[in-house]
């Protein structure tokens, strides 16, 4: 079934297509093998669009994170990156949903023995587990929702970057197959921050836009 979906999406690559909307929200290993698809046509801003989203569905995919480098050089775009919060075992949101429920569940704990005189209670001890507590599922809840709602963006073409919507003071060129964080969506209008510091706004028609994941 995933054979036949992948030939009728490459036989009709509509950009709102259903067979493309499957992919998206279903199969991390599809939108990787869409990129190779791309990759192999010569499509590089394409093939990164795709590895993109392959890798924000499956962070330990490593490889569509190269794939990504290698294309961008193919653009002249070795130096070019986007800011995604890092992967790893440390900056994984599920560390930090485990380390506040551990918190939480030792300062409960406490609180109970405390409340039975087994323990003695201490006001200091309690606020530093509280404060940990609500600091771990804060950070958790941050990094979660950075991870399923990514607001990056790919560029499909060389275009400009304006201070306006409506396109009539140019900020500076935008290559092909550049990564945009998306501050911002109006109407046919995207307003983005680049990954050297810079922000402005751009057609989105030139632009691939993952919202969600």
């Known amino acids: 079934m995933k054979l036949i979906l992948l030939l009728l999406f490459v036989l009709n690559p509509a950009k709102d297509s259903l067979v493309k909307e499957y992919y998206l929200t279903h199969s991390g290993n599809a939108a990787y093998n869409i990129g190779v698809i791309e990759y192999e046509k ?7 669009f795709w590895w ?10 490593f490889q569509a994170e ?13 130096s070019e990156f986007i800011k995604f919060h890092p992967r790893g075992k440390f900056f994984n949101p599920d560390l930090f949903a485990v380390l506040f429920l551990v918190v939480f569940g030792l300062l409960s704990i406490y609180m109970l023995l405390s409340a039975f005189k087994i323990l ?17 599922f804060y950070i958790s809840f941050k990094q979660w929702h950075s991870y399923r709602n ?21 900020i500076s060129e935008i290559k092909a197959g550049v990564e945009l964080k998306i501050e911002k969506v109006v109407g046919a ?17 030139n632009l691939r836009l993952i919202l969600s994941i």
């Open 52 to 61: 993109r989203i392959a890798c924000l569905k499956n962070p330990e995919d």
């Open 150 to 170: 990514p607001a990056v963006c790919v560029v499909m073409k060389n275009t400009y970057i304006y201070h306006e919507p409506g396109g009539k003071a140019e």
């Open 189 to 205: 209008w995207v307003k983005v921050k680049t990954p050297w510091g810079g922000s402005g706004w751009m057609k989105r028609q």
């Open 120 to 136: 003695k209670f201490h006001k200091i001890l309690v606020l530093t587990l509280a404060i940990f507590s609500i600091l771990f």
């Open 66 to 78: 190269s794939n990504i480098k290698t294309a961008k050089r193919k653009l002249g775009l070795s």
């Open 42 to 48: 010569g499509n590089y801003p394409e093939a990164i």
